[in-house]
């Protein structure tokens, strides 16, 4: 059963745009993991985010690809790592498609 929330809950989600402008390996990582740095534009700036998205994306596709992160929640250790923001994607078992725009956008637009 899914759990109803308010539309006041939801607005408490910032969802935002980014464009990735970094990704390496995460060695430390418990399971297959990158490490990205994520642009959300001025207002946001650079975040850093640890994505287990291994299986579909190489280094070089996720390079300049836009994605949909959430930018409020607090930081969270990962090994040696803090991740700043949680990047979307559709979890089917081990694979995970990331949530984009369909075209290209301002970084750090909110999603709504």
Do not use: H
């Amino acid at each position: 059963m899914t759990t109803k929330i308010t539309w006041e809950d939801f607005e408490k989600i910032e969802m935002r745009v980014g464009t990735i402008i970094e990704v390496n390996d995460f060695p430390k990582a418990r399971k297959p993991a990158y490490q990205l740095t994520i642009d959300f534009g001025s207002e946001i700036g650079i975040r850093k985010s640890s994505a287990q998205i291994t299986t579909r994306y190489s280094k070089e596709v996720l390079l300049n690809r836009q994605v949909v992160a959430v930018v409020n929640f607090p930081e969270k250790q990962i090994a040696n790592f803090k991740s700043q923001c949680l990047v979307l994607g559709v979890v089917n078992g081990t694979d995970v498609i990331l949530l984009e725009p369909g075209a290209p956008v301002q970084n750090g637009l909110r999603i709504g």
